[in-house]
Nanobody, 118 residues
């Protein structure tokens, strides 16, 4: 599955960004999708995932600030990020797989950079 992220940028703390992941196929048959990020000098971490049944999960540091969603008409998955902090600075990648547990080894996009300054 080919994935392409967009929407990253350089923003001030407290503002918002909306990342989008365009999928080159129908996502109606993709059971798990998610967003990973890699801060400078650190390992990748899962940020949020969404199943085809609409179930979502977020890591504690983004709960209440980030919202993951998918649009089966547009074949996209979005990540609305509000109240950004410098700790959210990272390269963000979208991922897709047959199940949540396999996302880290599934299809990934090349990433979009998010940089938050205080």
């Amino acid at each position: 599955v080919q994935l392409e992220e967009s929407g990253g940028g350089l923003v001030q703390a407290g503002t918002s960004l909306r990342l989008s992941c365009a999928v080159a196929t129908s996502i109606s048959n993709i059971h798990a999708m998610g967003w990973y990020r890699q801060p400078p000098g650190k390992a990748h971490e899962m940020v949020a995932w969404i199943r085809s049944d609409g179930t979502t999960h977020y890591i504690d540091s983004v709960k209440g600030r980030f919202t993951i969603s998918r649009d089966i008409v547009k074949n996209t998955m979005d990540l609305q990020m509000n109240n950004l902090t410098p700790e959210d600075t990272a390269m963000y990648h979208c991922a897709a797989s047959t199940e949540v547990g396999l996302l880290s080894r599934g299809s990934w996009g090349r990433g979009t950079q998010v940089t938050v300054y205080s």
